[in-house]
C-alpha cells in the first residue's frame, strides 16, 4: 500500500519515543512529510482541513525502525532480494530505513556504485534505504577503499559486510584513516581460521548432533584484537554481531576505557539459542552461529543495561536450493527485516526488555550511530512512523513474507504483536487490514 500524503492524526496513542525519553498517551500530528506536535488533545482543539484521524486507543506510535545490517541482493543477487521487495518487507514489519551492505555483485566499493544502489533504491523501494560501503576494495581484506570520496556519494559506514579482515595492518590502517573522517567502521569479528569449517555453535550440542563446532574463540579474539587497534587510532568502531558472554566482557573493557565503541546483536542471537537448530533446520544455520541459552540471557542483560546498543535483522535471503540440503551443506543465513520487531517483542511479553529499550535499540540508537535523520518523533522530524498492536495474536505462514525469499527460523512461530501501519516520509507505505 502506497498512499498519497496527506495530514494524518493518530489518536489517543501511546507514544513511544526514546530519544526523548517519552512514553505517554497522548495524539501525533504529521503533515507535509514531517512530525508536527505530540500531545493530548490535539483532535479536540481542531486539526488542519483533510485530516485523516485514526484512533489509536490501545495501540503503540512509535518511530520507524533503522535496519543496521541487511542484505539485498542489488546489484547481481536480485533472485534473492531486490530493493522493490526488501522494502515491502521492512515496511511490514516497521523498518522504515534499510542499512544495506556491500557484499553484492560487484561490491559496493566506488562512489559509482553507491550511486548506483541510491538511485536504484530511490525508483523501486517504499522505505529509505542507504548503503554502506565496502571497507576494503573487492572485500579482500587487502586494500582499504576511498572512505572521502564514498561518504561524499553517500556512504553511510565502512564494513566488509560479513567477511573479516584478518589482517590486522590494513585493519589499523583503515581505522586511522576513518578518523580523519569521522567515519564508522563496522566489522564482522569472526576469525575465518578458527570458523571456517565449523557448522554451528561448538559445544555438547553440536557433538550430539554430529556436527563441526565453531568455537566462540573465534569471535572473542577478533574484537580483543580490534579493540587494541582502535586504542591506537583513537576512531569510531562498531562491532557488527556479537552473539556471546565472553565478547560482552571485552566489549564492557573497552567502553569502560573510553573507547569510542558500540556493537550490535542480530534478533537471531537475542530470541534463540543453539537448541533451535533441532533436528537439523537449516533455517536456523546462521553466522554467526546461535549459541547457548546462557550467551542468550547475556546479550538481553547487556540490551537492556545499554552494553548492546543496536539490535539488526542480519537479513541474509537464501533461496531454496541453498537452504533445502542437509544441516552441513545448507548456506547460513536467514531473513530477519519483516520479523525483527514481533520477535523483540517476545522479550517484551516476557517482562525482559522494557518496549522503549527495544525501540532505542532498533530505532533511535543506530539512527545516531549513522547520522541519520530518524529514530525520533520530535517536532520537525521526517514522519517514519510506526503503529504497532502488542497483542494480537498470530502464526507466521512463509507464504505470507514478501521477501523473495522464505528463510525464517520463526517459520510457523505463534507470535503476538504486528505493525499495522507503517509511514515514511508521512505516507502509508503499508496498512495491516
Not at 500500500?1 to 500530528?29: W, Y
Request: aromatic share 4%; glycine share 8%.
Amino acid at each position: 500500500m502506497l498512499s498519497e500524503r496527506r495530514p494524518i492524526l493518530l489518536a489517543n496513542a501511546r507514544v513511544v519515543d526514546p530519544s526523548r525519553d517519552l512514553d505517554l498517551v497522548a495524539d501525533v500530528l504529521i503533515a507535509d512529510g514531517l512530525v508536527r506536535d505530540i500531545k493530548r488533545g490535539i483532535g479536540a482543539a481542531g486539526v488542519p482541513e483533510g485530516t485523516e484521524v485514526v484512533d489509536c486507543a490501545g495501540k503503540v506510535v512509535a518511530p520507524g525502525l533503522v535496519d543496521m545490517r541487511a542484505f539485498i541482493g542489488e546489484p547481481g543477487a536480485e533472485y534473492r532480494e531486490t530493493f522493490a521487495s526488501a522494502s515491502q518487507a521492512a515496511a511490514a514489519g516497521g523498518v522504515t530505513t534499510i542499512v544495506c551492505q556491500p557484499d553484492t555483485h560487484p561490491p559496493i566499493d566506488d562512489p559509482a556504485t553507491v550511486d548506483f544502489v541510491m538511485r536504484r533504491a530511490r525508483d523501486t523501494a517504499i522505505v529509505k534505504v542507504v548503503p554502506m560501503a565496502a571497507l576494503t576494495k573487492g572485500l579482500k581484506g587487502e586494500e582499504m577503499t576511498e572512505f572521502g570520496l564514498l561518504k561524499a556519494a553517500g556512504a553511510v559506514a565502512f564494513t566488509d559486510g560479513a567477511r573479516s579482515v584478518t589482517n590486522a595492518k590494513v585493519m589499523r590502517r583503515a581505522l586511522t584513516y576513518a578518523r580523519d573522517f569521522d567515519a564508522l567502521i563496522v566489522h564482522h569479528t569472526e576469525d575465518p581460521n578458527l570458523s571456517s569449517d565449523g557448522v554451528m555453535n561448538e559445544g555438547e550440542y553440536a557433538a550430539r548432533l554430529g556436527l563441526l563446532g565453531i568455537p566462540k574463540t573465534a569471535e572473542t579474539i577478533m574484537l580483543e584484537r580490534d579493540v587494541r587497534l582502535v586504542g591506537l587510532a583513537g576512531s569510531r568502531y562498531h562491532a557488527a554481531s556479537l552473539t556471546c558472554a565472553d565478547s560482552l566482557e571485552v566489549l564492557k573493557r573497552a567502553k569502560d576505557a573510553g573507547l569510542r565503541i558500540t556493537a550490535s546483536a542480530s534478533i537471531n542471537h537475542i530470541t534463540l539459542n543453539e537448541l533451535d537448530v533441532g533436528s537439523y533446520r537449516t533455517f536456523c544455520k546462521v553466522t554467526p552461529p546461535l549459541r547457548p541459552e546462557s550467551d542468550r540471557v547475556a546479550l538481553v542483560e547487556a540490551l537492556c543495561s545499554g552494553l548492546v546498543d543496536v539490535i539488526m535483522s542480519d537479513h541474509d535471503p537464501q533461496d531454496v536450493e541453498t537452504k533445502r540440503l542437509p544441516f552441513a551443506e545448507a548456506t547460513p543465513g536467514a531473513i530477519g527485516v519483516e520479523t525483527m520487531l514481533v520477535a523483540g517483542l517476545r522479550l517484551v511479553h516476557s517482562g525482559d526488555v522494557p518496549l522503549p529499550t527495544l525501540i532505542r535499540a532498533m530505532s533511535t540508537r543506530p539512527a545516531e550511530l549513522l547520522g541519520l535523520p530518524g529514530g525520533t518523533l520530535k517536532p520537525g522530524a521526517p514522519a517514519d512512523v510506526i503503529v504497532v498492536d502488542l497483542d494480537t495474536p498470530w502464526v507466521l505462514d512463509r507464504e505470507d513474507l514478501k521477501s523473495k525469499c522464505k528463510n525464517s527460523p520463526f517459520d510457523e512461530a505463534r507470535l503476538q504483536g504486528r505493525v499495522v501501519r507503517t509511514m515514511v516520509s508521512g505516507r502509508t507505505v503499508f496498512e495491516f487490514v
